[in-house]
């Protein structure tokens, strides 16, 4: 991995770790300033905290017994009215600790010496500059609208028996189910195609959101940045330990999403990048989601044969259909 791009990451970590703990110590602090009492009581238990260890300490086994136990009492009685004061309030002792985005490593990026999953994908979105992957917050299967497509059946209009509605619930089950299941050596890959608009680019965000919720990685990269970084790498006489790493994790990462495929300018290099990763990916089990504005005939017409059998063989083609979402939210917006 590059150090300049390992260092900013853990820059980054250091920083939103530094903000989760201010912004625990100003919220106890505004509210100790509503609520002196509980100031109070935390002072008690502090100074009552230092006499116990002193005596622990300092005192002879017989007096120390003695003076643990009358000050466990004490404790007992303190954090009992200081826990019924936030009650009051409507807050417990969990309110004041910090609210780290990562819940496993405390955002420190390791679990004991150990990466932790959250800083090697921060790590990869860094490496990769996936734009995309900062919209997974807001374009995730809970926010999936159905709404923007038409429950009416309409088989010369949208090609399919299906109306949009039902054919793209089927598409988010299948998606879902995919999401879940990448370890599975009889689950197939997917294949979006359809016109732009249609959903294809969320849907891909959903999973990649629901992906990593499970703690495994993801690259999101267009096919037109990702088959250039390729054939650059091939091509590069003096190549860098990182940028062999950079590499051979498009071949090992959990999931690789490709967007926009049929959008960059092919050529006999990047036809040989691009058949390489299917089939290295195919070989290791390792899932891969593609988009495309293509039709399937389509594609076959503008890639080899041997790139095209390995989308019938070992992907799930799903046909988006429908209107173009883009144009009816500027609709509603009027």
Request: glycine share 4%.
């Amino acid at each position: 991995m590059q150090s300049s791009v390992y260092r900013k990451v853990e820059r980054d970590y250091s920083v939103k770790r530094q903000k989760a703990q201010s912004d625990a110590r100003h919220f106890k602090k505004n509210v100790y300033d509503e609520n002196p009492k509980l100031a109070q009581i935390e002072d008690k238990i502090n100074k009552i905290s230092l006499k116990s260890i002193k005596s622990r300490i300092f005192s002879d086994d017989f007096t120390r017994q003695i003076e643990q136990e009358n000050l466990t009492l004490q404790l007992n009685k303190l954090n009992k009215e200081y826990e019924e004061q936030l009650a009051r309030i409507g807050l417990s002792k969990r309110d004041f600790e910090p609210k780290y985005e990562c819940t496993k490593c405390n955002d420190t990026g390791y679990i004991g010496n150990k990466m932790c999953s959250c800083f090697n994908q921060e790590l990869i979105n860094e490496s990769f500059k996936q734009s995309n992957m900062f919209k997974i917050k807001d374009e995730n299967f809970e926010t999936f609208d159905f709404g923007y497509y038409s429950s009416t059946n309409d088989k010369e209009k949208y090609g399919i028996e299906k109306s949009p509605l039902e054919n793209i619930d089927g598409i988010r089950r299948l998606a879902y189910n995919f999401s879940h299941n990448l370890d599975d050596p009889q689950q197939k890959n997917l294949l979006f195609t359809g016109s732009t608009g249609l959903g294809k680019t969320f849907l891909a965000n959903c999973v990649a959101a629901e992906v990593l919720k499970s703690g495994k990685s993801v690259i999101y990269q267009t096919a037109p940045i990702l088959l250039d970084k390729m054939v650059d790498y091939k091509f590069k006489f003096n190549k860098t330990e990182a940028e062999r790493e950079e590499y051979d994790k498009i071949f090992d990462v959990d999931l690789l999403i490709i967007d926009d495929l049929g959008t960059e300018a092919m050529n006999g290099a990047k036809f040989s990048e691009l058949f390489n990763i299917l089939n290295t990916r195919l070989l290791k089990n390792k899932k891969i989601l593609i988009s495309t504005n293509l039709t399937p005939q389509e594609i076959k017409r503008e890639y080899e044969e041997r790139i095209f059998s390995r989308f019938v063989g070992d992907f799930m083609i799903c046909r988006f259909v429908g209107e173009d979402i883009r144009i009816l939210k500027k609709k509603l917006v009027r």
